[in-house]
């Protein structure tokens, strides 16, 4: 499992007046070509960049890699497949893969709880979109159509969608964007640091917080509410992890009011928290599950969402004859490379233990985060399951630069940290040993500790 030691050969030899037409997502543009940071090789926990630096993957990839980089059964699988069948269209005709591996999905990543039907997207965003686009369509397949509003949460993020930043609460991704979707509000965030921080896994403090749900029954009527979507434990927004009994309680008053309750697990799916879903960690099952990411191994782009057997038995009771019982999907819906990255990637987790592998470091993972707390300017620091966040003071006036600088010196020391806003965020893959977490730390407070 562990890296090799050399660079695997690199032939990215990038060409610097190429920079210029790539328009970077969620990047400063023009900050990042004058000083590009390009990686050019990837091996089990390791990048190398274009000029041969390695360094260790402290976020895998995007919170995605979560059986490490260019794992050689899911290489294969890619390309075998590739040579097979490279595309067939899931509209109206169907190929092996695609019913293999949604059936394999649903009997072996949280079984028995209902969640038996899976519909293959691209990505995060669209199967978020998809989930918000059955819980209306659901409530008017059942007669119910007067249940068109959605309820979010400040600080969650759900994918760039219009449905996903109209449900989402970070202010960046939405202030540009106009009206966005009409009928939406959002629950308050459920991180406090006042009484919350360096809370070591689930803060004690803050179940009450799902009672917002009741308030905005109480503004809105139920009558009029289609589905509550919440990240159970928010990662873009700097891992905010949900107080004990929240996700819980946000169950009983969906269940009270007739109103679906959506996962968007595109992190915490796939082993990030020891299961196959957050939801298993949580003990509490959504109707629905949005996934993305460690899908695949993030070798190949797709996402899915997982609908209970009664959602879907609800679509195929209320449409006449052999009509279509949904007006939806995308033309790479259960794209065979997926489906074959998706298969072995699964053989992976299973058959090296992954999940359990995450769920025996993550008590390692906690203590050696929060060695932390005292560094130069850290005021909060969170964890769950490989989930990790460092929160920083912000610089006055120049917000997020402070943890930008941290994660660009902790980069030239070998390692790469994700930063949003305040917050360094961490997720190694799952495959990561103890002193790579180690390593982890201490460069991050060597870092902390030379950032003015
Ligand atoms: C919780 C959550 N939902 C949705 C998304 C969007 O996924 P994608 O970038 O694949 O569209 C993300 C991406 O990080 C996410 O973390």
Request: hydrophobic share 40%.
């Amino acid at each position: 499992m562990s890296a090799p030691s050399t660079a695997p050969e690199t032939n990215c030899n990038i060409d610097q007046s190429t920079l210029g037409a790539f328009w970077m997502p969620f990047t400063a543009n023009k900050a990042f070509k004058r000083s590009p940071r390009i990686l050019a090789k990837a091996k089990g926990m390791h990048y190398w960049t274009e000029d041969g630096h390695k360094v260790l993957d402290g976020t895998a990839g995007l919170w995605c890699v979560n059986a490490g980089h260019c794992n050689e059964r899911i290489v294969s699988a890619i390309q075998k497949q590739a040579a097979a069948l490279d595309f067939a269209p899931t509209f109206n005709m169907g190929h092996p893969l695609a019913f293999e591996y949604a059936h394999r999905l649903c009997q072996e990543l949280m079984p028995g709880k209902g969640l038996d039907q899976v519909f293959f997207t691209m990505c995060g965003s669209t199967a978020v979109d998809t989930a918000l686009k059955v819980a209306l369509a659901y409530h008017k397949a059942r007669g119910d159509g007067s249940r068109f509003r959605l309820i979010g949460r400040e600080r969650a993020y759900h994918g760039v969608g219009f449905g996903g930043i109209s449900v989402g609460g970070m202010l960046p991704n939405r202030r540009a964007f106009g009206p966005m979707l009409p009928g939406v509000d959002h629950l308050r965030t459920t991180y406090d640091r006042e009484h919350q921080a360096f809370s070591k896994g689930q803060p004690e403090w803050g179940a009450h917080l799902a009672e917002d749900l009741e308030r905005l029954v109480g503004l809105h009527d139920a009558s009029t509410i289609a589905a509550v979507i919440v990240e159970p434990v928010s990662g873009s927004a700097g891992v905010l992890v949900p107080p004990y009994g929240y996700l819980k309680r946000l169950r009983e008053i969906c269940d009270a009011h007739g109103i679906l309750l959506i996962f968007d697990e595109v992190i915490t799916a796939f082993g990030r928290l020891g299961k196959g879903m957050g939801a298993e960690y949580f003990g509490v099952v959504p109707d629905m599950v949005t996934c993305a990411k460690g899908l695949t191994n993030a070798a190949v782009p797709a996402g899915a969402t997982f609908v209970q057997k009664h959602v879907y038995d609800t679509f195929m009771g209320a449409t006449p004859g052999d009509g279509i019982e949904l007006f939806h999907g995308y033309t790479y819906s259960g794209h065979p490379l997926a489906m074959a990255a998706g298969l072995a990637t699964l053989d992976v987790y299973q058959d090296e233990g992954l999940f359990e592998r995450a769920a025996a470091l993550a008590p390692y993972w906690e203590e050696t985060l929060h060695a932390l707390k005292g560094h130069p300017h850290v005021v909060d620091i969170r964890n769950l399951g490989l989930m990790g966040a460092v929160e920083l003071a912000p610089r006055a006036g120049k917000p997020g630069q402070r943890a930008f600088q941290v994660f660009t010196t902790a980069l030239h020391k070998g390692v790469m940290v994700r930063v949003t806003g305040e917050t360094i965020a961490l997720s190694p893959p799952l495959i990561v040993e103890k002193g790579q977490i180690d390593q982890i730390v201490t460069t991050l407070s060597q870092a902390l500790h030379e950032v003015a």
